[in-house]
């Protein structure tokens, strides 16, 4: 994936992130809740736990709502049962997409799924039609600033495990395999890094270049499709423009 494509995603993401905590610290609770109940309530046991407490810290959760969500999945508080469902398809200009949702209610995250493509020039499609693209990998951006040399923080990340190192306009991003990302993620944050996000993410092995009025369409479907409650992620191969501006 291009550079400015990448930084358009992280910047995109942040923004967001900024704007819409509420529903940030909702669905990064799910995956708390998902993470305890799978797996317990300890996180020095349950290396999936310690990633998305990692997720809630990059995101400022509160940690009284990090608490009351690991104890809703432990079972220590009634809590909803959420179950993890993927749905894939091509949105406009055949940019593939993933779809990622934690639901209490498959028929309607998948009638509300279907409905977003079919409005938004998409095709939903069955389970693999665009999977096959991505890799599953574990991703920590780290923003640019003061104080951080591109060197130390690329040898510590390496050193740690880490598979690639980029830097890109205003952010550092480190990629790692699935099972090493917890070990590289502690490594950097017991060296006092600070990330704007630390989670594992699909990323395409190639992308799909769009015009100016595709990417607006590619945009609009992947914010009707973020807005669900019951979608956790959307993961897509877009190469939008340089002068996007999301």
Same mark, same amino acid.
């Given at each position: 994936?291009?550079?400015?494509?990448?930084?358009?995603?992280?910047?995109?993401?942040?923004?967001?992130?900024?704007?819409?905590?509420?529903?940030?610290?909702?669905?990064?609770?799910?995956?708390?809740?998902?993470?305890?109940?799978?797996?317990?309530?300890?996180?020095?046991?349950?290396?999936?736990?310690?990633?998305?407490?990692?997720?809630?810290?990059?995101?400022?959760?509160?940690?009284?709502?990090?608490?009351?969500?690991?104890?809703?999945?432990?079972?220590?508080?009634?809590?909803?049962?959420?179950?993890? &469902?993927?749905?894939?398809?091509? %949105?406009?200009?055949?940019?593939? =997409?993933?779809? !990622? #949702? +934690?639901?209490?209610?498959?028929?309607?995250?998948?009638?509300?799924?279907?409905?977003?493509?079919?409005?938004?020039?998409?095709?939903?499609?069955?389970?693999?039609?665009?999977?096959?693209?991505?890799?599953?990998?574990?991703?920590? &951006?780290?923003?640019?600033?003061? %104080?951080?040399?591109?060197?130390? =923080?690329?040898? !510590? #990340? +390496?050193?740690?495990?880490?598979?690639?190192?980029?830097?890109?306009?205003?952010?550092?991003?480190?990629?790692?395999?699935?099972?090493?990302?917890?070990?590289?993620?502690?490594?950097?944050?017991?060296?006092?890094?600070?990330?704007?996000?630390?989670?594992?993410?699909?990323?395409?092995?190639?992308?799909?270049?769009?015009?100016?009025?595709?990417?607006?369409?590619?945009?609009?479907?992947?914010?009707?499709?973020?807005?669900?409650?019951?979608?956790?992620?959307?993961?897509?191969?877009?190469?939008?423009?340089?002068?996007?501006?999301?």
């Amino acid at each position: 994936m291009s550079g400015h494509s990448k930084w358009h995603n992280i910047q995109a993401k942040k923004s967001k992130v900024d704007a819409k905590k509420g529903k940030i610290f909702t669905k990064i609770g799910k995956e708390l809740a998902i993470a305890a109940k799978t797996g317990g309530s300890n996180p020095d046991s349950n290396s999936k736990l310690r990633d998305v407490m990692a997720k809630a810290k990059a995101n400022n959760m509160p940690q009284d709502t990090v608490n009351r969500a690991i104890k809703k999945g432990a079972g220590e508080m009634e809590g909803v049962n959420y179950e993890e &469902i993927s749905y894939e398809g091509y %949105g406009p200009g055949g940019v593939a =997409i993933i779809v !990622k #949702a +934690l639901t209490d209610n498959k028929n309607r995250t998948a009638s509300s799924v279907r409905s977003a493509f079919s409005r938004h020039g998409g095709n939903l499609g069955a389970n693999g039609c665009v999977s096959w693209m991505f890799q599953t990998k574990g991703q920590i &951006i780290v923003e640019k600033k003061e %104080g951080i040399d591109e060197d130390d =923080i690329m040898m !510590k #990340a +390496l050193d740690a495990g880490a598979e690639d190192f980029d830097s890109q306009d205003e952010v550092f991003e480190i990629i790692t395999s699935v099972e090493d990302f917890g070990t590289v993620r502690e490594k950097l944050e017991k060296d006092g890094f600070d990330f704007l996000s630390a989670e594992i993410t699909m990323i395409p092995d190639n992308t799909t270049a769009v015009d100016m009025e595709t990417a607006e369409k590619v945009q609009k479907l992947i914010d009707v499709l973020e807005e669900d409650d019951d979608v956790q992620n959307v993961y897509h191969n877009a190469d939008f423009p340089e002068d996007f501006e999301g």
